[in-house]
């Protein structure tokens, strides 16, 4: 079985301040782990992805992950948030051999002006 | 636009009544899925397509939902006899099978379906 917890409902954040939303997931195996954003009546946007190597992956829009094995974690991060950053943001992950991507519930972000 | 195209964007039904969905992937991907969506959960596999081949279903796919893809091109999507539980977003996304596992999911904008 696979799945994701994203443990906060919503993360508030000034505009500037460096933002995180965590996310911590169970898989058996290597996972592949998957960062996308939601903004309202739209579908998912892809920003970042972990599959192997250095544990800290960029993508777009500024945004960055780190994947920590030990802690089963792979938090989303950018060091200044932007208003335009406000969205509902999903983790996933997926091991080798499945095809379902187990998504968490969501965190909602918003950035304060 | 190349991305994955969805239609209808919105779609109300009164309850009993038969919906169709279409998915248009971008066109060099394929592997289709479709994913749903209901308020305050992350999406929720439903089933997907390698090329017009369907390959695996949830447990969430109902004998009253039926998924086709014909010409591993476009995909449909019919739910018959819709209840008031069948209101969510239905999503669909398409990807590369070259490397199916770390591929990305490319999605649709959704079908927002509400049963009346």
């Known amino acids: 079985a696979q799945s994701v917890a994203q443990p906060e409902d919503q993360v508030n954040v000034a505009e500037g301040n460096p933002l995180t939303v965590k996310c911590t997931y169970s898989v058996s195996g290597n996972p592949y782990l998957f960062w996308y954003v939601q903004y309202p009546n739209r579908g998912l946007q892809f920003l970042l992805k972990?599959?192997?190597?250095?544990?800290l992956v960029k993508g777009s829009y500024g945004f960055e992950a780190e994947f920590n094995k030990s802690q089963t974690s792979f938090h989303l991060k950018k060091p200044s948030a932007l208003v335009s950053d406000s969205a509902l943001y999903f983790c996933?992950?997926?091991?080798?051999?499945?095809?379902?991507?187990?998504f968490g519930k969501g965190n909602q972000v918003v950035v304060i002006p | 636009d190349t991305g994955v195209s969805q239609n209808p964007r919105h779609k109300i039904t009164k309850r009993g009544q038969n919906v169709t969905f279409r998915c248009d992937p971008i066109s060099e991907h394929n592997r289709l899925y479709w994913y749903r969506q209901t308020l305050g959960q992350g999406p929720e596999f439903l089933t997907y397509f390698q090329n017009e081949a369907q390959l695996e279903k949830s447990r969430l796919l109902s004998d009253r939902f039926s998924a086709e893809r014909p010409k591993g091109s476009f995909s449909t999507l019919e739910i018959q006899r819709t209840e008031q539980g069948d209101s969510a977003m239905y999503l669909c996304?398409?990807?590369?099978?070259?490397?199916?596992?770390?591929?990305?999911?490319?999605f649709g904008n959704g079908t927002r379906l509400t049963v009346t």
């Open positions: 996933a992950v997926r091991s080798y051999g499945n095809n379902r991507l187990a």
């Open positions: 996304a398409s990807s590369l099978a070259a490397n199916p596992y770390n591929s990305p999911l490319h």
């Open positions: 972990y599959i192997t190597g250095d544990n």
